[in-house]
Every structure is written in C-alpha cells, then in structure tokens.
C-alpha cells in the first residue's frame, strides 16, 4: 500500500479488502480511512488534511472499555468487582489489542509518513493495538454501539478463555524464572506521555541481567503485562534457535 499519496475519498479496493476483514461496511468510508490515518501522514500533508486516528482511538477505548466491563458482569455474575477489574484489564491490554490487529492484518493498511516508514514504524507493535480501537470508535459513530460491540466480540473477546490465560504474561513469566533459577523480572518505568485522559506509559523489563523487551500501554500495568508479553515471545525465539521447548 503507497503510503506517500492520499487516501482516496471515493471507495477504493483497500477500503473493500479492510472492511470484508471486519466484516463491517461503512455508510462514511471516510470515518475508517480517519481510523488508520497516522498523525505522521497528517502532519506531512500540505493540501489534503485527512484526520489521524488519535480522536476515533480514544473514543475506541471508551467503548471497548464497556462492552467488555458489560459483558463480564453478565457472565461472572457471582465474580467481585476486582476479579472483574483484573479479567477487563487484560482483554484491553496493548497485547491482546496487538493480537487482535495482527490477525486481521491490520498494518498493512495504515497511512504513515515518509519519515515514520523509514523510521521503522510500521514495526511498532503497539500500533496494531491503536488501529484496532480507532477502528471501534469509527464504527461506534458509523453504525452505533451494536455494530461496534458486534466487532468486539468477534475479535477482541474471541477465545476469550485463552487470551485470558495467555496474556497473564507477568505471572508466567516470573514461574519461567523461578523455574528456572532466574532472578525475577525487574520492570523499569521509563516515560509518561500524553494528556491526562490519554497518557501513554512505557515500560522495560529487565530479565536475566540484561533488558529483554518494553512495552506500553494506558496504565503503568497495561505497560508491564505487554513488556512481559513480548518478553515471553523473545523467549520463544531464543529457545526455537537453540531446539529448547517453547515456554509454557
């Protein structure tokens, strides 16, 4: 996808490809392609000046927010109120969010600068997860909170069970090191960023005597689950080259 020409206020085919991944059509096509438009192309723009994603991203998480709390109280109806805290915070975690925007292929689609490209952004892991939300919040405004809760079930609370267990990334990874014999994870809180109804925090997680990964996400645990996340896939890498079982 050229990512140097702007995008096209009529239909085009990777409007088509993306919605029949979504499975959702848009009355506004213009609202999805604001929902994959980063703030590097928007900001490279001199005469077309489509909006990035940052506003339909929050909104997005809003949203998202409450179909899952939603839908936790409906079905954990004897669970308390932190059990379900802990379930909601790690379905709408930056790694599950990636989970869900790399399985539909997302990246492939979003407008970048030519600086961001080049920079290596499209790598990004959290962008997949921002995409994803932006994504909610067109829909949520396109065709209302039904058609929006639709695609979060679909994608978002798909195998729940298994994200749920999955994405429990600290506590497998510190059972790895104890296992192991290996000194606890360290997580290292190295920058806040963002409004304070939109701040951005990331993390580095330090294992074994070296950083092994970072993350980032809206609260400073969200940013410690993905680090771990991420940390656990670089263990996998390690051990694949090395013909040791993948972690468990």
Same mark, same amino acid.
């Given at each position: 996808? *050229? ?17 029949? %991944? ?10 999805? #392609? ?11 723009? @001199? ?50 969010? @990636? /989970? ?6 997302? %990246? ?43 695609? /979060?079930? %679909? ?7 298994e994200k749920i267990g999955?994405?429990?990334?600290? @506590?497998?990874l510190q059972e790895y090191?104890? *296992?192991?014999?290996? *000194?606890?994870?360290?997580?290292? #809180? ?14 580095? #997680? ?14 400073? %645990? ?9 940390? #656990? ?16």
């Amino acid at each position: 996808m *050229k990512t140097t020409t702007a995008p096209e206020s009529r239909r085009s085919d990777s409007v088509n490809i993306l919605e029949a %991944k979504i499975g959702y059509i848009f009355n506004d096509e213009l609202l999805l #392609l604001e929902a994959i438009t980063h703030s590097s192309y928007t900001n490279e723009q @001199t005469i077309y000046h489509m909006p990035s994603y940052e506003r339909l991203e929050f909104l997005g998480d809003a949203i998202l927010g409450a179909v899952i709390a939603e839908y936790l109280f409906k079905i954990y109806p004897e669970m308390a109120e932190g059990q379900l805290s802990t379930i909601r915070s790690r379905l709408v975690c930056e790694a599950a969010l @990636t /989970i869900a925007g790399t399985e539909l292929g997302l %990246k492939q689609h979003i407008y970048l600068g030519r600086g961001e490209e080049q920079s290596g952004g499209r790598k990004r892991r959290s962008l997949a997860a921002d995409v994803v939300e932006a994504i909610i919040g067109a829909i949520y405004i396109d065709g209302g909170y039904s058609a929006a809760e639709e695609f /979060i079930h %679909k994608f978002v609370l798909a195998d729940m069970d298994e994200k749920i267990g999955t994405i429990d990334a600290k @506590t497998l990874l510190q059972e790895y090191a104890a *296992k192991n014999g290996i *000194k606890k994870p360290e997580y290292r #809180l190295t920058n806040v960023s963002g409004p304070d109804h939109a701040m951005i925090f990331v993390v580095e #997680l330090f294992f074994d005597g070296g950083k092994l990964s970072s993350g980032s996400g809206k609260s400073k %645990k969200s940013a410690e689950q993905s680090a771990a996340y991420y940390a #656990l896939q670089e263990l996998d890498n390690m051990k694949e080259k090395t013909h040791v079982p993948k972690v468990n």
